[in-house]
């Protein structure tokens, strides 16, 4: 039976005009907010922030500068690299004859100034066998934990971070500043939380994740080198409940206890409700300003090791405000934190709009439908070929002829 | 590093009439009307359209150059732009090589995908040009304007030749039995050679 599109379309005009009631309401809290933010004094919000306050159930992002404050860009050196990694997979699908997934890792290299040049390339890798699981033997038994849905999207993620290395080793001149470009962020958010065990969390961050961004910051100890994500359309909320946390008139305990993680019932800080911090950033920055840097409280990156907590920095590039996030070394150090807000700057005007390496880096990754389906029809050949059964599940056979 | 042995590119689709080449280096191709020779057993092609176009048809090209000075600036300013484009030659087959000689004709098999396409040699394609059977071949192909690649071809196949006026004057007779009831078409032709 085809979607009901009467039914639907009623719902959906029900939910618009609602958003429409609100609209005004959010217009002025937006303008509230806003001023507040030019108003937060530097040392008010660090007391705040590090006070016996600082405890809420929500998270914040720590600012170590005014919350309304701007900057910006330097001018581009005369030559200079971009690069990036980005990834696409195929995930384990139960319904094929036999078990494996594929992550394809695309990456660019583009050099700028008096010898421009580009280099693209890509790489799929087969996991299959004892590859799809993550195992641990312990004296209390063997766990074994199989690689595929979010865990695989994270397993992927740590790949494209591994990849920068031996691409800025082989591809990137040494003597020209170079920016190593991320889609998306640095924060494993998926593993916040305690929703994966814990083999999963060392095999990803400990195993994974730290030992690829050492391998970073130990060539940027030789190099000029800067590490970034970029993060487009950001639906984040840290600079916003940093604002929150500011405007609370509350202690700790009451507004654990009153107030909502996303939002709050009390005035002042229920301005700041539902608002984004990239709306907050349209108002304060100007085409091509960077706002100032923060870090995140996230309990995660507490994991990724030292030097490696994730600070970031919203990026009004003239199309969007995004969100910059990078290693702590990176931002602690004057010259790359610049060298990242000029060259994302200078990328999103090549790209119109958008990080060009990001972008070339991605048409390199992707995986689109007719190459999913011809690497089921490359499995089903080869198992074919050696005799064995490729007969999928019947829901799957199902799907793929819908009869009558 | 260069293409090896001054290849221009490689044969990406080829039936028995025609095949397309793929330059190796964007913009480095022969010009219209350039003799090619494409894989081993040869056959001879002749370039009958140059274009350069985006490597994924699925990803429009589009302009860049609103603040660029030059062309140059906008490919300096895009350096994946080398990667993304590509040269590409539409060409007509020939000849072939039959007993160790060229002749004008189609040969018994079209060239095999990714064969290598080289320039043509001058005394292979003054062979071929020479021949009443390539005039015959092209006046009667399904080419959109036969008479502006017959002129390149002549053309550039009068400069390379010892003796170009030779030539010239071997593939005018030859145009001239063939066009013998079109005499407007004709003279368009030869003035144009002259």
């Known amino acids: 039976m085809s979607l009901n599109l009467g039914k639907t379309a009623q719902q959906i005009e029900g939910f618009a005009h609602s958003l429409k009631g609100a609209q005004n309401d959010r217009s002025r809290r937006l303008s509230e907010a806003v001023d507040a933010m030019r108003r937060a004094a530097p040392e008010e919000v660090r007391a705040k922030q590090s006070g016996p306050a600082a405890q809420r159930r929500f998270l914040y992002a720590v600012a170590g500068e005014g919350l309304g404050a701007s900057h910006p860009p330097k001018s581009a050196p005369g030559n200079f690299c971009v690069l990036s990694v980005d990834g696409s997979h195929i995930d384990v699908d139960r319904h094929m004859p036999a078990a494996c997934a594929l992550v394809n890792i695309g990456g660019c290299v583009l050099r700028y100034g008096d010898d421009p040049d580009a280099y693209l390339y890509n790489e799929p890798s087969l996991y299959s066998d004892?590859?799809?699981?993550?195992?641990?033997?312990?004296?209390?038994?063997?766990?074994?934990?199989?690689?595929?849905?979010?865990?695989l999207g994270l397993m992927r993620t740590v790949e494209e971070v591994k990849a920068l290395a031996p691409l800025i080793r082989d591809k990137a001149p040494a003597d020209a500043p170079t920016l190593a470009l991320l889609d998306g962020s640095l924060i494993l958010w998926a593993l916040a939380g305690q929703g994966y065990p814990e083999l999963v969390r060392t095999e990803i961050i400990q195993r994974g994740l730290t030992p690829a961004l050492d391998a970073l910051r130990e060539m940027s100890r030789r190099r000029v080198l800067a590490l970034a994500a970029y993060v487009s359309l950001p639906r984040s909320r840290e600079a916003a409940n940093a604002l929150r946390l500011h405007l609370c008139e509350f202690d700790s305990a009451e507004c654990k206890r009153v107030c909502r993680p996303r939002r709050s019932p009390h005035s002042p800080c229920s301005m700041v409700n539902h608002l984004l911090d990239r709306e907050l950033f349209e108002e304060l920055l100007a085409p091509g300003q960077r706002s100032c840097l923060f870090s995140t409280n996230s309990s995660i990156v507490d994991e990724y090791g030292r030097g490696h907590r994730i600070c970031f920095y919203y990026l009004h590039t003239g199309e969007e405000v995004a969100r910059v996030e990078m290693p702590e070394w990176v931002a602690l150090d004057k010259a790359l934190l610049s060298l990242t807000h000029t060259l994302i700057l200078d990328q999103t005007r090549r790209g119109m709009g958008y990080p060009v390496a990001i972008s070339e880096a991605h048409e390199q990754a992707v995986i689109g439908g007719g190459d999913r389906r011809t690497f089921r029809e490359l499995v089903d050949r080869s198992l074919v070929r050696r005799g064995m059964s490729i007969s999928g599940s019947e829901k799957s056979r199902s799907k793929r002829m819908a009869w009558v | 590093m260069g293409p090896a042995q001054g290849r221009i590119g490689e044969v990406v689709e080829a039936s028995s009439r025609r095949c397309a080449v793929q330059c190796y280096r964007l913009y480095e191709s022969p010009p219209l009307g350039a003799l090619a020779r494409v894989g081993d057993p040869p056959v001879y092609a002749l370039i009958t359209e140059v274009s350069t176009e985006a490597l994924d048809p699925?990803?429009?090209?589009?302009?860049?150059?609103?603040?660029?000075?030059?062309?140059?600036?906008?490919?300096?300013?895009?350096?994946?732009?080398?990667?993304?484009?590509?040269?590409?030659?539409?060409?007509?087959?020939?000849?072939?090589?039959?007993?160790?000689?060229?002749?004008?004709?189609?040969?018994?098999?079209?060239?095999?995908?990714?064969?290598?396409?080289?320039?043509?040699?001058?005394?292979?394609?003054?062979?071929?040009?020479?021949?009443?059977?390539f005039a015959r071949l092209l006046l009667n192909s399904d080419l959109p304007s036969p008479d502006e690649v017959i002129v390149a071809c002549l053309r550039l196949a009068g400069r390379q030749a010892a003796d170009g006026q030779g030539l010239l004057h071997r593939a005018g007779n030859a145009l001239a039995r063939e066009l013998s009831d079109q005499v407007p078409r004709l003279n368009a032709i030869l003035r144009r050679l002259t």
């Open chain 2, 58 to 133: 699925g990803r429009p090209v589009i302009a860049r150059g609103e603040d660029a000075a030059t062309v140059e600036e906008v490919y300096r300013s895009n350096p994946q732009l080398d990667k993304l484009l590509c040269t590409r030659l539409r060409c007509l087959i020939v000849g072939h090589l039959r007993d160790g000689a060229p002749v004008a004709g189609l040969p018994p098999l079209p060239p095999k995908i990714h064969s290598f396409a080289h320039p043509c040699p001058a005394d292979e394609a003054e062979a071929l040009v020479s021949s009443p059977d």
């Open chain 1, 130 to 151: 004892d590859r799809l699981y993550l195992t641990e033997q312990t004296p209390e038994g063997a766990t074994e934990i199989p690689i595929e849905g979010a865990i």
